[in-house]
Every structure is written in structure tokens, then in C-alpha cells.
């Protein structure tokens, strides 16, 4: 869209307008990062719990997980995704008053 201020009037005025879509939404190199792409399953659940009930540090676990299905951009969740699950399965399990 572009657009021009009549500075008699005081107001802007459309002087040019694209309907149809002219840009990418998204790079496919970092389509994997999009929220709605971002997903924990219960499998990945159940190895990111394994790995923290073994005491392997997040980090290391989400590489881990990473190697495993052949590089971060195939694996649906970030390394914030893994932390973020972990901090709130602490959450669940806190007891009320334990705090």
C-alpha cells in the first residue's frame, strides 16, 4: 500500500494498492520455528522426562533429541520448548504450600 498526505486537506490518501499477496509469509528454513509448528508429542514427552529423571542437562538432551531425527530443523520443538515443558512438569508436581 502507499500512501500520501494532502497536506491541503490534512488527511493521507491511497495512492497505490497491492490486493494480492507479494511477499513470503515465511522462510521454509525457518517454517520449523513458527508457534503453531512447535509441538511436544507424548513420546517426546516421555524421553525429555527420561532424560531429566537420568540427570542430563536440557541442553545436551534437546541435541540429543536433534541427532536423533537428523538436524534441529526436523525435530518440532526448540530448545525453549524443552526447558519450558520441564519448568512447568516442576510446576504440576509441586505440591500446594511447597513453595
Same mark, same amino acid.
Given at each position: $500500500? !502507499?500512501?500520501?498526505?494532502?497536506?491541503?486537506? +490534512?488527511?493521507?490518501?491511497?495512492? /497505490?494498492?497491492?490486493?494480492?499477496?507479494?511477499?513470503?509469509?515465511?522462510?521454509?528454513?525457518?517454517?520449523?520455528? $513458527? *508457534?503453531? &509448528?512447535?509441538?511436544?508429542?507424548?513420546? %517426546? =514427552?516421555?524421553?525429555?522426562?527420561?532424560?531429566?529423571?537420568? !540427570?542430563?542437562?536440557?541442553? /545436551? =538432551?534437546?541435541?540429543? #533429541?536433534? @541427532? &536423533?531425527? +537428523? !538436524?534441529? *530443523?526436523?525435530?518440532?520443538?526448540?530448545? @525453549?520448548?524443552?526447558?519450558?515443558?520441564? %519448568?512447568?512438569? @516442576? %510446576? @504440576?508436581?509441586?505440591?500446594? +504450600? &511447597? #513453595?
Amino acid at each position: $500500500m !502507499g500512501l500520501t498526505l494532502d497536506r491541503v486537506e +490534512g488527511n493521507y490518501k491511497v495512492i /497505490d494498492l497491492v490486493l494480492e499477496h507479494n511477499h513470503v509469509l515465511y522462510l521454509p528454513e525457518t517454517f520449523h520455528l $513458527m *508457534l503453531s &509448528q512447535r509441538k511436544i508429542s507424548e513420546l %517426546q =514427552a516421555f524421553e525429555i522426562e527420561a532424560a531429566e529423571d537420568s !540427570g542430563i542437562k536440557p541442553k /545436551d =538432551a534437546h541435541e540429543f #533429541a536433534s @541427532r &536423533q531425527v +537428523g !538436524g534441529p *530443523l526436523n525435530l518440532s520443538y526448540t530448545c @525453549r520448548d524443552h526447558k519450558n515443558y520441564l %519448568q512447568s512438569r @516442576r %510446576q @504440576r508436581e509441586l505440591a500446594y +504450600g &511447597q #513453595a
